[in-house]
């Protein structure tokens, strides 16, 4: 069985950076589309990133897009989400998650299979 074990987050000030790692174990990362979700306290949970199985197709909530990276290194069987000028509203629990899809071409947010416990980012002068 899969499992995702997530790392790098942190306490940062607003306008800095954090890049968040999220591991596997158990199997590879080949075979799955990858999404990186927060959950702020008091709010549910939303989709912030995902990348294509084959890497090529890539997603951003609005509100990170030209701010956050999606990237995966199947070679180091991670996949990664580089967060730059960081705002007080970007603080949350992040956490990665994966599924597989007929389209190797495809990512989304819905029906999640394996999820990490989460790392948490805080941003606040």
């Known amino acids: 069985q899969l499992q995702l074990v997530e790392s790098g987050g942190g306490l940062v000030q607003p306008g800095g950076s954090l890049r968040l790692s999220c591991a596997a174990s158990?199997?590879?990362?080949?075979?799955?589309?990858i999404g990186w979700f927060r959950q702020a306290p008091g709010k549910e949970r939303e989709g912030v990133s995902c990348?294509?199985?084959?890497?090529?197709?890539?997603n951003y909530k609005d509100s990170v897009e030209g701010r956050f990276t999606i990237f995966r290194d199947n070679a180091k069987n991670t996949v990664y989400l580089q967060m730059n000028s960081l705002e007080p509203e970007d603080t949350a629990v992040y956490y990665c998650?994966?599924?597989?899809?007929?389209?190797?071409?495809?990512?989304?947010?819905?029906?999640?299979?394996?999820w990490g416990k989460g790392t948490l980012v805080t941003v606040s002068s």
């Open positions: 990348i294509s199985k084959n890497g090529l197709r890539t």
């Open positions: 998650a994966v599924r597989r899809y007929d389209n190797n071409n495809w990512c989304d947010y819905g029906g999640m299979i394996y």
């Open positions: 158990g199997s590879t990362l080949d075979d799955y589309a």
